[in-house]
């Protein structure tokens, strides 16, 4: 499979190496120095690649994928920071007979937590003396705040538990790759759920899967819909 890489930081270089490890080829990899709105992105710099992942910066994504979009070539999106364009990002690929999968965390380790955490919400359903809170750490250049991980369980755990306020604490701090901890705190005990990544390649595996799943599908897809399939 040929493979375009948008994006030269750490998280595409990542995905580069385990990809040619598995068989594939770099057909491109596209650096910010020279995709300033999107430029770079022409059908003659991409054609003949089968699939584009997109590893950059919240400022950036949106217009990539815009230019992607237009294209035609199945969008493997693992940048965070942009949910709010989602409704909008999803309009073009599926206009367009698209194919995007988006997610803001491609450790298969984080989706099982999330549901894991969705059957935490039910059975604390009602339970008025315990208080839940997210606590999540990442890096020091993580640029978004809180993760997009942190808000999806967010997001999860007021779906279930709907009257139960959930505050997100967040903290950048040294070369931390990312831990998401679920606490529901009683007043003589404690019940925590914990992910903590330890290798930059749990993305880079997840994200390289999601490449090799997506071409032939046509929609807007969740990571979590790859793994387990629609709900």
């Known amino acids: 499979m040929q493979i375009a890489i ?41 054609r003949g690649a089968d699939v584009v992942l997109e590893f950059t910066r919240p400022d950036s994504v949106v217009r990539n994928l815009e230019r992607l979009s237009q294209l035609g070539i199945p969008t493997v999106a693992g940048t965070t920071g942009w949910a709010d364009e989602l409704p909008r990002v999803s309009y073009w690929f599926r206009q367009r007979q698209g194919a995007l999968l988006h997610a803001a965390n491609f450790a298969v380790g984080v989706h099982l937590f999330l549901r894991v955490a969705r059957q935490m919400a039910q059975a604390f359903r009602g339970r ?21 991980t942190a808000l999806q369980l967010q997001g999860q755990l007021r779906t279930e538990d ?32 914990c992910h903590a990544t330890q290798s930059r390649n749990t993305f880079a595996m997840g994200a390289l899967s999601a490449a090799e799943w997506l071409p032939g599908h046509v929609g807007v897809f969740t990571f979590e819909q790859m793994l387990f399939g629609p709900e």
């Open 6 to 46: 948008i994006g030269n930081g750490k998280m595409g270089m990542a995905v580069a190496v385990l990809a040619q490890e598995r068989g594939h080829s770099i057909h491109t990899v596209i650096r910010r120095a020279e995709n300033a709105d999107g430029q770079a992105l022409t059908a003659e710099r991409l």
């Open 128 to 148: 008025s003396d315990f208080n839940v809170s997210i606590q999540e750490e990442h890096h020091q250049s993580k640029l978004d705040a809180p993760s997009g």
């Open 162 to 193: 709907h009257d139960r306020n959930v505050p997100i604490s967040s903290s950048r701090v040294g070369d931390v790759l990312g831990t998401h901890t679920l606490t529901y705190q009683g007043p003589y005990e404690r019940v925590t759920l």
